[in-house]
């Protein structure tokens, strides 16, 4: 099988989307897991002493070849979810899933890392390979290299059907996201909804041969019917669809509870079977926090703090339904309509009339703006192969020299899964024939362009976008040559979010939004009476968006610290009790007894954040901590963007990676422990 023959073998350039088929996937995949599996046998043949050149160099070499091919075929699953990708991808799954998992069991190629770190050699190395070392060591133990060998088939078996489940778990949610749509003809049913999103659903309904307008559950076009529609029907109609997608309310083949119950039993399973009583104490492993106990007790007190501010937030929302707007039975499909009428009238501005000064082209031109401020770093346009007409292609340099680059694939498609994320494509190591940079995929669900005008996008979607940069900066602007610790990888997950959740705070600058914003009509920018109500709104219902958050990260917690599976998959009454465990704890507005969000919770369920959905949380205090440097830097003189911080920041945080731990780096930019308080403050929850 050569290069030449299949497109997924050729590791000289960027991927050639232009050239790979779903036909390409199973021979290329096979033939790397060949030449993956017979460097194995041969390295663990070898009774030489092993060193890093004659052991690590050459699995860390063949590792990343198989990584990236196989990263493709992810990516494509993700961004191009036809059935022929589909198939392709879960053709191969189970093989790839099995291999890793025989890898990670492997006694012998553990015993070589183990020799290699007990070595008079382990001394010489750098920290960045030392710590590789360490993280082998402890994810062989993780992966089950030390059970016994009767053991391991069934661990084996285990890891095999939990990646099956989670694709099976994401591809049920697309389909119900895709088969609901709601089809009006009626124009008076559309009152309050805007323009933009009325002309969406226009276009959409066209797209299908239909006359009026269609509204479907992808977030562009259901967040404006929730938020601005003033038929309460409709609203309810929406929400109910959104949140029992992919429940037993819907078709059998695409219910995700079943497939909650066994992951959660093989998780426990597994746990058991490495010695562990949970599987939440196997996810802490690899991760800053130490015990699950600690984790919760940083939630509840968080939860202490937040809770009086959503109860506040609530009563306000109560009271405003009923006496402004005659709803004396505010229920949750009403929580984000009202929400905006009572912003309109406190503070004399909408959502809908700030997203009119952020047209696409203005709000990239400002994200690269502040890159090149903090860092120096210019994004320029570039041009690869591309899996869709719709992406885009950059690189960044630095005083002429290529960083990196990234794909940006920014609009809502069927064949799309749900929400934003950032994924490498590439990452930086050195090979024999130089430094290889790094490559990035930076993907989001916004809205598109609608009759030939650009898109415009709404403020959290100006902060999803600097979100998911931060990540991006994190894999691209990374200065560590070892694969293993370059760039996202070998960061402790809980503090993989920090450089995405620092990059939002700039979206709130004065300085920043003038160079971002350009109205979609007169190309004015944001006026600075606007800009003063959108900072007086920052903290609008903060309360509320900070227990619903927290009310995540508790179940996600609790529900793989507490459930007992004993052998059986889990009942969804038993996780949806666990829920309303939580909500009685820590929420203030409670959904419907249909509300089926488990369901829908790809982060825990279909991702990497099992255990670890309360990262988020922990990172933003991180993440408010170190924005807190450049507020002190730029104190008196008009602008944040300061780039002797900026220098330090990459210094510390984002160019050592994973090489050394991520407290350590937290410590050397801020001089001290984190503290919460900064959150605190940010959100606007300091008691006065």
Known sequence: MTAAANPLLDFSGLPRFDAVRPEHVAPAIRSLL?????????????????????FVAPMTETGERMGRAWGVVGHLHSVMDVPEWREAYNAMLP?????????????????????????????????????????????????????????????????????????????????STNAHAEWITDEAALAGIPEDARAAARAAAEKDGKPGWKFTLHMPSYLPVLQYADNRELRERMYRAYATRASEQGKPEWDNGPLIGKILALREEESRLLGYNSFAEVSLVPKMADTPAQVLGF????????????????????????????????????????????????YDYSDQEVKQYFPEPKVLDGLFGVVRRLYGVDILPDEAPRWDADVRFFRLEKEGDVVGHFYLDLHARETKRGGAWMDSARSRHVTVSGTETPVAYLVCNFPGPVNGKPATFTHDDVLTLFHETGHGLHHLLTQVDELAVSGIHGVEWDAVELPSQFMENF????????????????????????????????????????????????????LHGEVEANGQPVS?????????????????????????????????????????????????????????????????????????????????????????????????????????????????????
């Open 299 to 346: 939630l509840r007190e968080l939860a202490a703090k937040a809770k009086p501010f959503a109860e506040r937030d609530l009563a306000e929302l109560k009271a405003f339904a009923a006496e402004e707007l005659g709803l004396d039975d505010l229920q949750p499909w009403d929580a984000s309509w009202v929400s905006e009428k009572l912003r309109q009238k406190r």
């Open 95 to 175: 093989e790839v899933s099995r291999f890793y998992a025989e890898v990670g069991q492997n006694l012998a190629l553990f015993h070589k890392y183990k020799a290699l770190r007990d070595s008079a050699e382990y001394a010489t190395l750098s920290p960045a390979r030392r710590r590789i070392l360490d993280n082998e060591v402890r994810d062989f133990r993780l992966s089950g290299a030390e059970l016994p060998d009767e053991v391991k088939p069934r661990f084996q078996a285990i890891q095999e059907e939990l990646s099956q489940l989670g694709a099976k778990f994401s591809e049920n949610l697309l389909d």
């Open 507 to 558: 979206c709130w600058e004065w300085d920043v939004l003038q160079g971002m914003t350009a109205h979609a009509e007169t190309g004015e920018p944001l006026p600075r009476a606007l800009y003063d109500k959108m900072i007086a709104a920052k903290n609008f219902q903060s309360g509320m968006q900070m227990v619903r958050q927290l009310e995540f990260s508790m179940f996600d917690l609790r």
């Open 34 to 54: 060949d030449e993956y599996r017979a460097l194995i046998e041969r390295l663990t043949a070898d009774p030489a002493a092993p060193t890093w050149d004659s």
């Open 572 to 688: 969804m009454e038993r996780v949806l009790d666990l829920l309303g465990e939580v909500r009685r704890e820590v929420a203030v507005l409670i959904p419907p007894a249909w509300h089926r969000f488990p369901n829908s919770f790809s982060h825990i369920f279909a991702g990497g954040y099992a255990a670890g959905y309360y990262s988020y949380k922990w990172a933003e205090v991180l993440s408010a901590d170190a924005f807190e440097a450049f507020e002190e830097a730029g104190a008196g003189k008009g602008s944040l963007l300061d780039p002797e911080t900026g220098a330090r920041f990459w210094r510390e945080i984002l160019a050592v990676g994973g090489s050394r731990p991520a407290i350590e780096s937290f410590k050397a930019f801020r001089g001290r422990e984190p503290r919460v308080d900064a959150l605190l403050r940010h959100n606007g929850m300091v008691s006065a």
